[in-house]
């Protein structure tokens, strides 16, 4: 064999009993799993190469299937931010703003509007137009060596919705909704796995839920899945689960809610009736699944809490806005005193939104501290052109422990790279569960963590071969120290990378080796093939 790793405890992902077994890789793939005690006559693996595992457990390579890495995994080949964490697979087009399908308008308007999310693009060549060609050109990255790791796509429903009708506050006519159809079912087509959306972010929160199931119905047809960041986590966020639950069913969809959770005071305490809601419609036979990271704190973009009205015309119309001192005040009095929906229809308390990047240099010194109000918040998105990204300090640990458990959670950390001082989420999530919620907390056991983060993630994806530890599948691994690992990110140091995590394998290659990043590429783009 290539490889054999040798004496793992093998947390096979299934969420079953962990067992001490060699494992053997050949061609990318797992070749033989010999449990310790096997029937006499059933020889131990030999291999051109042996790993000595002992005392670190070996499971399926962990899938993020909530990441904003759309251009960083072309931007930098190491990618170690995933990497290093045991992420071998990410799903990328999230919160229903990414880079295709696109025209040349519609690629310089998402790249103004989500510049705080992935930089503004001017390191990348964004040679593409077509899903099909952003996931060629993953393939392609780095002189045709790939990527880091694998990635999938989720076509972005606010994307499109500016593709067909650009930023309007209105219905579709019925020429654009065909529009619409028409792309979403070529990007299914092209490899996506499902479609996102992001419903407090302009323009898809423009979409009415007429729209948004007639989309739905497309996905569906082409066996994917609706992946929406929903219309409030705050005020109301009860209603927002209960509308894409009937949304979904209505379209015959299957549904994975992005980051579900139950932020801000009014919900303080409230998981348990998210949990009920959930619980109620998949007794009744509802195909869903939900991901969160294991953190309080949220993490957007400043101009992202302002009023949908505010942002109808694009980014330079919300930049003439924010200059009129009396549309201004307006805009204040929505964020302030009404609550706006880009806040969750929740009045924003500024001192739980902290600044973590700019994208202007000469505003470097507000990073790190808390917004002090209005005046500040609307300095920074002028001058910082709504480039600004900031945490939100409105989660509860209670509500995130009891959603972690659920039966269909995954891991997803919504991981934002940009910024100098992002959330810790972006590095750390992995080895967070598996560290504090696993071994310090035993909130979950390590053979049901892993299965959350590998399994589950891989039956959403429909990817068969992916997921467990069986003969046959595709050898995307993690080896990892039960007793150290741990997550190395913090608040004030973001960037660090994680410990007790020596090994990690993309296709049966080393990207990982006694803790270095080595310079292999052996991730490509991961195309749902369509059932149509």
Avoid at 326 to 333: D, K, L, P
Avoid at 506 to 528: P, S, W
């Amino acid at each position: 064999m290539e490889l054999v790793i040798r004496d793992a405890e093998v947390v096979d992902g299934s969420g079953g009993p962990s067992y001490r077994a060699d494992v053997a890789i050949e061609g990318g793939r797992i070749a033989a799993i010999v449990k310790e005690g096997a029937a006499a006559g059933c020889q131990r693996p030999t291999g051109r190469r042996v790993l000595d595992a002992e005392g670190l457990a070996l499971s399926p390579g962990f899938v993020d299937m909530h990441a904003h890495s759309d251009l960083a995994l072309l931007r930098d080949p190491d990618h170690s931010a995933k990497a290093a964490q045991g992420v071998t697979l990410e799903v990328l087009g999230q919160d229903g703003l990414s880079y295709a399908p696109v025209d040349d308008r519609t690629l310089a308007e998402v790249r103004r509007t989500i510049t705080g999310w992935n930089g503004d693009g001017s390191d990348v060549d964004l040679d593409w137009r077509t899903v099909g060609e952003y996931l060629d050109r993953l393939d392609g990255a780095h002189g045709g060596r790939g990527i880091a790791v694998n990635a999938a796509y989720l076509i972005p429903q606010g994307t499109v919705r500016m593709y067909a009708m650009g930023w309007e506050d209105r219905p579709a006519t019925a020429a654009e909704l065909d529009r619409m159809r028409r792309l979403v079912a070529e990007g299914m087509a092209e490899g996506a796995v499902g479609m996102s959306s992001g419903l407090t972010y302009t323009p898809g929160m423009y979409a009415p839920d007429a729209e948004l199931t007639e989309l739905c119905r497309v996905v569906a047809g082409y066996g994917g899945y609706y992946c929406p960041h929903h219309r409030s986590y705050g005020a109301g966020a009860l209603r927002a689960y209960e509308e894409m639950i009937a949304l979904t069913r209505e379209a015959g969809c299957p549904l994975h809610l992005a980051h579900a959770t139950m932020n801000f005071g009014v919900n303080e305490g409230r998981a348990p009736e998210l949990l009920a809601l959930l619980d109620a419609a998949l007794d009744e036979g509802a195909d869903i699944s939900l991901d969160t990271y294991p953190y309080t704190p949220g993490c957007t973009t400043l101009v992202a809490l302002l009023p949908g009205w505010a942002s109808e015309g694009g980014p330079e119309a919300v930049l003439a806005r924010l200059r009129d001192d009396a549309t201004a005040e307006r805009i204040r009095h929505h964020l302030e005193e009404l609550g706006s929906d880009g806040c969750h229809g929740v009045p924003v308390e500024w001192e739980t939104i902290e600044v973590s990047g700019v994208t202007d240099p000469a505003l470097a010194e507000f990073t790190g501290r808390r917004v002090d109000g209005w005046a500040t918040a609307r300095r920074l998105l002028t001058e910082d052109r709504l480039g600004t990204t900031i945490l939100q300090h409105v989660g509860h640990e209670e509500n995130v422990r009891a959603i972690m458990r659920h039966r269909v959670h995954t891991g997803g950390s919504d991981g934002i790279l940009q910024g100098l001082k992002p959330h810790p989420r972006a590095y750390g999530t992995f080895p967070e569960y598996l560290g504090r919620y696993v071994r310090d907390l035993g909130v979950l056991s390590l053979e049901e963590c892993v299965a959350h983060l590998t399994s589950r993630p891989a039956a959403r994806l429909r990817l068969p071969d992916r997921g467990l530890v069986r003969e046959g599948n595709v050898a995307d691994l993690v080896l990892f120290d039960p007793a150290t690992v741990a997550a190395g990110s913090t608040y004030d140091s973001p960037r660090t990378l994680p410990t007790g995590i020596p090994h990690v394998l993309v296709d049966g290659r080393f990207v990982v080796e006694d803790g270095r990043r080595t310079d292999v590429l052996a991730g490509r783009a991961i195309r749902r093939t369509p059932t149509r």
